[in-house]
């Protein structure tokens, strides 16, 4: 039997009552994990209460290094991982850089962006791993104002969402927010948690995300991983153009464009006083129509291309 929600607000108030700022966000992230799982209602109502609380104690910290709080870009693009408190973006983040973050499982662990690398075939992509977001962060609750200027600054955003059903409603929230904020920017979905979900689950919350682009993982698993990798890159619209040299293979390895880039794009990358030597060019893949197609300087390569180049005799 829960205890009756005035009660218990009355008990949380009197438990972080004179202490720091530190100590009364651990004490409230504990009441929030003891309470009831509903998001309407008096408990929904305690359960806001409880987060602007702590979203308070975890700024008022932050303001001191404010300049702090905003990451600078890196690598090739930028990713934002966007979600409710829990979602699990803090463990996707862990998961596909390696990078050493807190991961905990009651909301708000994530209190100042974080960043890392993921190194997708072979460019660095930065991924931000932002602190959960919440109804009302576009006025300013829990940080979102701030979340959301870190969002704007991105090139796309990975919705994080955990599939195990009961956080549709909050991630539904994020999402209408974040949209509403920043109308332009490509995003996609992912759904975490798949080894605690059951099969119905994930149905449904693979039926919520309809049309969109999504995938669902397990971080602890590692399934699903390798198609949020896919996911990520596509988001980024990066190009891998493979260099093929006349009358052999292509290249393993490919040369990372960004997203628009033409065949002229492409022979700088490669080599920069060629430019000025090129004779016809050859492209096979998804921007041509037929394998080894001449093609313009002015071309618009597509991701998977291969490009052969000839040089003019001196
Ligand atoms: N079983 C399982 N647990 C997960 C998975 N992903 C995250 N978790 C757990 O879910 C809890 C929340 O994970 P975090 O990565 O801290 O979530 P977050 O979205 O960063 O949370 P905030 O920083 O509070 O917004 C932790 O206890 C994780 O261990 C998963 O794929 N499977
Ligand atoms: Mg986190």
New binding site residues.
Partial sequence: MPIPHQEMRRMIKRRIQGLSPRDRARVLREALAELPGYYSGPYGELRRWIEDQIAEATTRRGAQHHDAYFLARQGVAQVALV??????????LHALTGRAV?????????VRPAEGMAVLHGAPVQLL?L??LIAGGDEGRGDGRAVLAQIRVADGILF?ESVVSDGTAEADVVRNLVQDAVPDLAWALVG?????ANPEAVQSWQERAGGSAHVV????TGEGLDNVRQLIWALTGLLRVYPKPPGRPPAADAVVLPAGSTVRDFVRAVHRDWENHLGPVRVTGPSARFAGQTVARDHPLQDGDMVELSLKRR
């Fill in positions: 979600g409710p408190p829990n979602a699990g973006k803090s463990s996707l807190p991961v905990g499982s009651y909301p708000f662990t994530t791993d602190p959960g994080v975490t948690k798949a080894d605690l993982c397990s971080t602890a």
